[in-house]
Nanobody
């Protein structure tokens, strides 16, 4: 069983930056892939970015060039650096992990971008 804990969500002005962090616990092994999803009010949860244990990344078109996903030196950590934030980035951001055939979610962290 893997537990994911996110942090870093906040209220920020348009054009600002935030860095989200996620720490995974409960596994002795390096988690294969970790990522970030987001869900805005009234919308479906959507992929933001994912990163594999080998460092391969994939981004939603809406965040390419503004967001950067990375893994920490402790392999079971993942970060999301968000720059040039826009009001449409407002959402609850969820950390996710795929590990040994299971998919895990964190509890979410709120990001609010004011115009």
């Amino acid at each position: 069983q893997v537990q994911l804990v996110e942090s870093g969500g906040d209220l920020v002005q348009s054009g600002g930056s935030l860095r989200l962090s996620c720490v995974a616990s409960g596994s002795r092994f390096s988690i294969n892939s970790m990522g970030w999803y987001r869900q805005a009010p009234g919308k479906q949860r959507e992929l933001v970015a994912v990163i594999t244990s080998g460092g391969g990344t994939n981004y939603a078109d809406s965040v390419k060039g503004r967001f950067t996903i990375s893994r920490g030196n402790a392999k079971n950590t993942v970060f999301l650096q968000m720059n040039s934030l826009k009001p449409e980035d407002t959402a609850v951001y969820y950390c996710s992990a795929n590990h040994l055939g299971y998919h895990y979610w964190g509890q979410g962290t709120q990001v609010t971008v004011s115009s």
